[in-house]
């Protein structure tokens, strides 16, 4: 997959939960659907995403053995950092539970399962070539 690719898919999947944010947001105000700092935790997920498919892009351009470290390097960063900014967060904010784990994991698995189907994609693309 090409950079470009990566960035217009990554931007797309952005705005798609941007707008869901605002959405749920807008028409379920009385429901606390949301994080008080959902904001916060939208941009963290974002940003790690990022980090953690560039390190394993550049492992996968640069080859060998190397390249699963770092694509495994940066899938573990981004599963430390989202933990941590779990544990800080619960530790220094009364949250309901049940909507705390729903906007947690439904960022992380969104933004997780696209870091590794254009982590996948790329490779694919280098085995054809």
């Avoid at 028409?27 to 949301?34: C, I, S």
Wanted: aromatic content about 18%; overall charge positive.
């Amino acid at each position: 997959m090409k950079l470009s690719r990566f960035y217009t898919g990554f931007a797309a999947l952005s705005a798609l939960l941007a707008i869901a944010i605002i959405l749920i947001g807008r028409y379920f105000p009385d429901r606390h659907l949301l994080l008080d700092h959902i904001w916060g935790f939208y941009v963290f997920f974002a940003a790690t995403t990022f980090l953690a498919y560039m390190l394993g892009h550049i492992g996968i351009r640069k080859g060998s053995d190397m390249s699963v470290m770092l694509i495994l390097g940066g899938v573990g960063f981004k599963l430390l950092a989202c933990m941590i900014l779990a544990l800080v967060y619960l530790y220094n904010f009364k949250v309901d539970k049940l909507v705390f784990l729903s906007n947690f994991f439904i960022l992380y698995f969104t933004y997780t399962a696209f870091e590794i189907y254009s982590l996948m994609a790329t490779l694919r693309a280098q085995k054809t070539t």
